[in-house]
């Protein structure tokens, strides 16, 4: 059974930093791109981020380049997103996501873990 | 960027009629094209990808169409468990990867 449990979501103060965990088990977490995507509270989804099954290439949503980076350590099946410089409007719940063989779809997702930035 | 634009934003259906979501692209997608439905509290759930087919596990009643920039979800007879927000996602072209805004169906 696919399961991605994320973890470190916290409360932060605007221009702070944290770190995302994503733990990933029962599939091959090596031969799969990985993504990250949020929702702000009350709202819709917006893909974040993506790594490529070797960590080789990384994309960005423009909302989050220069601030957010994304990693992957194959040897521990996690993801990972390091949050920088963050803002109010970054305030979502994040979840973690595999791709398809393609790299998208995304066929299962985390339950999310809730980042709040407020002063 | 692909802006995706789901309508209506809110469609109300009795139990065991038929609900005909849309989706719309600003530039063709081809069939790089996939839905979930995401009920309050869960993570989303992939439902139809490659606009038409269906993921693992998904009833039959779930049915995807459309090609380019023009794409409908239907589910044929709609159960109690069926209500929920939708939302459609392009993966042609990326990044990056877009969702439209969603289409929350409720109970008429």
């Known amino acids: 059974e696919v399961q991605l449990v994320e973890s470190g979501g916290v409360v932060v103060q605007p221009g702070g930093s944290l770190r995302l965990s994503c733990a990933a088990s029962?599939?091959?977490?090596?031969?799969?791109?990985m993504h990250w995507v949020r929702q702000p509270p009350g709202k819709g989804l917006e893909w974040v981020s993506l790594i490529t099954w070797d960590g080789g290439s990384t994309y960005y949503a423009d909302s989050v380049k220069g601030r957010f980076t994304i990693s992957r350590d194959n040897s521990k099946n996690s993801l990972y997103l390091q949050l920088n410089s963050l803002r109010t409007e970054d305030t979502a719940l994040y979840y973690c996501a595999k791709g398809m063989v393609r790299g998208a779809p995304f066929d299962f997702w985390g339950q999310g873990t809730l980042v709040t930035v407020s002063s | 960027e692909i802006v995706m634009t789901q309508s209506p934003a809110t469609l109300s259906v009795s139990p065991g009629e038929r609900a005909t979501l849309s989706c719309r692209a600003s530039?063709?997608?081809?069939?790089?094209l996939a839905w979930y439905q995401q009920k309050p509290g869960q993570a989303p759930r992939l439902l139809i990808y490659g606009a038409s087919t269906r993921a693992t596990g998904i009833p039959a009643r779930f049915s995807g169409s459309g090609s380019g920039t023009e794409f409908t979800l239907t589910i044929s007879s709609l159960q109690s468990e069926d209500f929920a927000v939708y939302y459609c996602q392009h993966y042609n072209h990326w990044p990056p990867i877009t969702f439209g805004q969603g289409t929350r169906l409720e109970i008429k």
């Open positions: 530039q063709s997608v081809y069939s790089n």
């Open positions: 029962g599939f091959t977490f090596n031969d799969f791109s």
